[in-house]
């Protein structure tokens, strides 16, 4: 028996590339559905993280101290292959003495007895994500539950997106 080997060119598809642009319509659902899975699985800092964001190389991170860093934030030193998370987790579950910083606005509660750096943030505080600057250094993108607020740093923060060569859409960094 002989077999017969057929010679086969490799093919391109250039589907998604004459494929029609997508309407403004279809891109502003989309940043609402990027905007509400990220707040979805946005988890609270002052409970323990279930999932690992593995730093890729060292960098730095920016640490917020009060709720839209009006009172500055503090940068800490992240080697490579650290959890962001529980970095984050650790650093705002610290206690915070309220003599120095007594004129700070504590969201939680109004005694000043036992406070941690969380309740500075806002009522609320989850990390909805992390943002990498041009330098690589990590800022936290915060949403709020109870302000319905996302900031980060000292701005408010949007998502924005794209759609990628397989015609999903996908996050745009800026």
Known sequence: MKLKAKNKEPKLSFSNVF??????????????????????????????????????????????????????????????????????????????????????VNYVHDDNVVSRRHEYLGPDPRVAGYFFDDEGEVHIRWWDGFLKDQWMDNQKWTLDVTMDASGKWVVKED
């Not at 989309?30 to 988890?43: C, E, G, H, L, P």
């Open 19 to 104: 494929a029609k642009k997508p309407s403004n319509e279809d891109r502003q659902k989309a940043v609402k559905a990027m905007t509400d899975i990220s707040r979805a699985f946005a988890w609270s800092v002052h409970r323990w993280p279930m999932d690992k964001r593995i730093a890729e190389y060292n960098t730095k991170i920016h640490l917020p101290r009060t709720y839209l860093s009006r009172k500055g934030e503090d940068t800490r030193g992240v080697r490579q292959g650290a959890d962001l998370n529980q970095l984050v987790h650790r650093h705002y579950t610290d206690l915070l003495d309220t003599e120095k910083h007594g004129d700070w």
